[in-house]
């Protein structure tokens, strides 16, 4: 396993939409040991989720995960998930603001607003149908990340950028309203 450089805000890679990995490569070892690599990275920099886009790999494939992550210790769990070739369905209108960040735009905070349900129909690593209903905080993460699989940041979708805000800024004035996620 390897830790992989993260692609930050102006590489190209983080604009340019992934491609669907044929359903007979995810279990070759090269998407596995790519998989590997990205749950390894997204723990070694506490992210809450990684597209591959952002190990410069145009594949759609991402994982999430919180566990008890430092970076968000308010943050409701989610197991380790896997997601390749994902499709998402709004399940509703409603949308909520809250905290997102971004490995890839690095110390930064900012409010978006994200559909608080959607269905996710996916592949796991093992090439197993996945058919989830996701809600709240978890539906974030996951809109966050397909969002990296065509090409697209979390600022895109900000309504107003005076939320944008730096860490330790965002620590001193922001911290405590609402949940968050990237
Ligand atoms: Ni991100």
């Known amino acids: 396993m390897a830790i992989l450089k993260v692609a930050r805000l102006g590489h190209p890679v983080l604009r340019q939409p992934a491609r669907p990995v044929p359903l007979d490569a995810i279990?070759?070892?090269?998407?596995?040991?790519?998989?590997d690599d990205m749950i390894e990275t997204m723990r070694e920099y506490d992210g809450a989720g990684l597209a591959a886009n952002q190990v410069h790999v145009?594949?759609?494939?991402?994982?999430?995960?919180?566990?008890?992550?430092?970076?968000y210790p308010d943050a409701p769990h989610i197991p380790l998930t896997v997601v390749i070739d994902p499709v998402v369905t709004p399940l509703t209108d409603e949308m909520e603001e809250g905290w997102e960040g971004c490995l890839s735009v690095p110390d930064m905070r900012g409010m978006v607003p994200r559909l608080t349900a959607v269905r996710l129909?996916?592949?796991?690593?093992?090439?197993?149908?996945?058919?989830?209903?996701?809600?709240?905080?978890?539906?974030?993460?996951?809109?966050?990340?397909?969002?990296?699989?065509?090409?697209?940041?979390?600022?895109?979708?900000?309504?107003?950028?005076?939320?944008?805000?730096?860490?330790?800024e965002w620590?001193?004035?922001?911290?405590?309203?609402?949940?968050?996620?990237?």
């Open 58 to 71: 145009l594949q759609q494939v991402c994982v999430i995960e919180v566990l008890g992550n430092p970076r």
């Open 121 to 168: 129909e996916c592949w796991d690593r093992e090439a197993r149908r996945v058919d989830v209903i996701a809600k709240d905080f978890f539906a974030r993460v996951i809109q966050h990340e397909i969002d990296h699989l065509n090409g697209i940041v979390y600022l895109d979708r900000m309504r107003n950028l005076a939320t944008l805000a730096h860490i330790a």
């Open 27 to 35: 279990r070759a070892p090269e998407t596995q040991r790519l998989i």
């Open 171 to 182: 620590n001193k004035h922001w911290l405590g309203s609402r949940e968050h996620a990237d």
